[in-house]
C-alpha cells in the first residue's frame, strides 16, 4: 500500500486529533497513523511530570526486545532524552547516537530487536507547556534526515496542541461539576434546610398545644410541608441523574415536566438524535429553564421548539410569564442561568436569552454538529 504524502499525512492525523477527546486514545491513534503513514517502524510516547519522573503512554510496533517483561526497558531507570527533556536541552525534533534503552534490550534480547538500534525524539509542548516526548524509530536507521525530524516536529505539534486542548476541556468540565455541586449546596439550603427547620419549629409548638383545631391545623401544616420538603428533594435528585433520557431528548422533558407540573407544548423539526454528551448538555439546559418557568414566571405553561439538521442543533424555550428587564440581566444572572451559558459554552454554542417585563421571557440556544 502506498504511503500518503506528508501534507496528506499530518491533514488526517489533525482530523484525527479535533475529533478525539480521550487522552490515551487520542495518542495511541495519532501513534498508530504517524508509524502507518510514514517510513518508521515503530513509535513510543513518554510523558514527563515536573519531577521528570516519565511514564509510558503510548507505543505501536515495539519490538519484542522492548516489549519484554511489560516494557521494563522502557518504563524503568531514566536515559539521555528524559534527562535531557527534564535540563530543557532538549528543545526540538534530534537523533539520539545512542539510547541507553535499546542498548540495555539488546544485550538481553539481541535477536529480538528487529533492527532498531537508534531512534529521533522531540518534545511534546504548546506554547510554553511540555508535556512529555515523542520517539520514533526505523530498523537499521541511525540518523533520520532533516525532513524525518520536520515530520516529526510538525506531529508533535498537532499532539501538544490536543493534548492542551483534553486538559482545558477536562478542567471545564471539572468547573462545571463544582459548579453544579455548589448550586445544587444552595438550593439544599435555601429550600430543603428552610423547610425542614419550618417543620422543627412548627412541631415544638405543637406540642404544647391545647386546643383541638390549632393542633389540628398544626399537623396539617407539618404535613404540607414535609410533602413540599420530599417533592424538593426528588427534584434535586433528578439533576443529579437525568431520569427518562435513555428514551430520547423529548421524552424526557416531557416526564420532568409532568414531575414540576409544567404543561410543555413542543415542535420539533427534523430528527433529534443527538450524541450522549451533547443530547445531556442540552436536557439540562432545557431543564432549568423549566425550572425558572415553575418558580418564577406565574406561568405552568412552556413552548418548546427543536430543531436539527447536519449542521446544527437548535432549541428555544418560551413562556409568558412575568419576565424580567433584559438590560440589566448581564449583572444580575442567576446560578441557573450561568450554568446555562457554560454549557453552552462548552459545546461551542451560542445563547441568547431575551426578556420582558410581564411579556414572558424566551431562551434560544444554537449548538453546531
Not at 431520569?243 to 409532568?258: D, F, W
Amino acid at each position: 500500500m502506498e504511503k500518503p504524502t506528508r501534507t496528506s499525512l499530518l491533514k488526517e492525523i489533525a482530523e484525527f486529533l479535533n475529533e478525539e477527546t480521550e487522552m490515551y486514545s487520542m495518542m495511541h491513534g495519532a501513534l498508530k497513523k504517524l508509524v502507518s503513514g510514514s517510513n518508521f517502524h515503530t513509535g513510543w510516547i513518554f510523558f514527563i511530570d515536573e519531577e521528570g519522573k516519565h511514564e509510558l503512554v503510548a507505543e505501536e510496533a515495539l519490538p519484542p526486545a522492548l516489549t519484554h517483561n511489560k516494557c521494563q526497558y522502557m518504563t524503568e531507570g531514566t536515559c539521555w532524552c528524559v534527562t535531557a527533556y527534564q535540563n530543557k536541552k532538549l528543545t526540538k525534533a534530534s537523533n539520539i547516537i545512542s539510547c541507553s534503552r535499546i542498548v540495555k534490550a539488546t544485550k538481553e534480547h539481541h535477536d529480538k530487536t528487529d533492527g532498531i538500534t537508534h531512534h529521533a525524539t522531540v518534545p511534546l509542548r504548546s506554547g510554553n507547556e511540555q508535556f512529555g516526548l515523542l520517539n520514533i524509530a526505523t530498523p537499521n536507521m541511525k540518523r533520520y534526515s532533516e525532513e524525518d525530524l520536520e515530520l516529526l516536529e510538525s506531529v508533535a505539534f498537532q499532539i501538544g496542541s490536543a493534548i492542551k486542548r483534553i486538559f482545558l476541556t477536562d478542567q471545564e468540565k471539572e468547573a462545571a461539576r463544582i459548579n453544579e455541586r455548589n448550586r445544587l449546596a444552595r438550593d439544599l439550603h435555601d429550600s430543603v434546610n428552610q423547610m425542614l427547620f419550618s417543620l422543627k419549629i412548627t412541631a415544638h409548638a405543637a406540642k404544647g398545644l391545647n386546643d383541638q383545631q390549632a393542633a389540628k391545623e398544626a399537623f396539617q401544616t407539618i404535613e404540607d410541608t414535609s410533602q413540599s420538603a420530599v417533592n424538593e428533594m426528588r427534584a434535586l435528585i433528578w439533576q443529579l441523574k437525568p431520569i427518562g433520557l435513555e428514551q430520547g431528548l423529548i421524552a424526557a422533558i416531557k416526564q420532568y415536566s409532568q414531575f414540576i407540573h409544567v404543561e410543555p407544548e413542543f415542535e420539533v423539526e427534523g430528527l433529534i438524535d443527538l450524541p450522549n454528551t451533547m443530547e445531556e448538555n442540552i436536557y439540562r439546559i432545557i431543564q432549568e429553564s423549566l425550572n425558572n418557568i415553575n418558580k418564577h414566571s406565574g406561568q405552568k405553561r412552556a413552548k418548546i421548539y427543536l430543531e436539527q439538521n447536519k449542521y446544527e442543533f437548535k432549541s428555544r424555550i418560551i413562556d409568558e410569564g412575568r419576565g424580567f428587564e433584559n438590560n440589566k440581566l448581564e449583572n444580575n444572572l442567576s446560578h441557573g442561568l450561568k450554568n446555562m451559558k457554560q454549557r453552552v459554552q462548552f459545546m461551542k454554542g451560542h445563547i441568547d436569552i431575551n426578556s420582558e417585563l410581564n411579556k414572558g421571557t424566551e431562551i434560544i440556544i444554537s449548538i453546531p454538529l
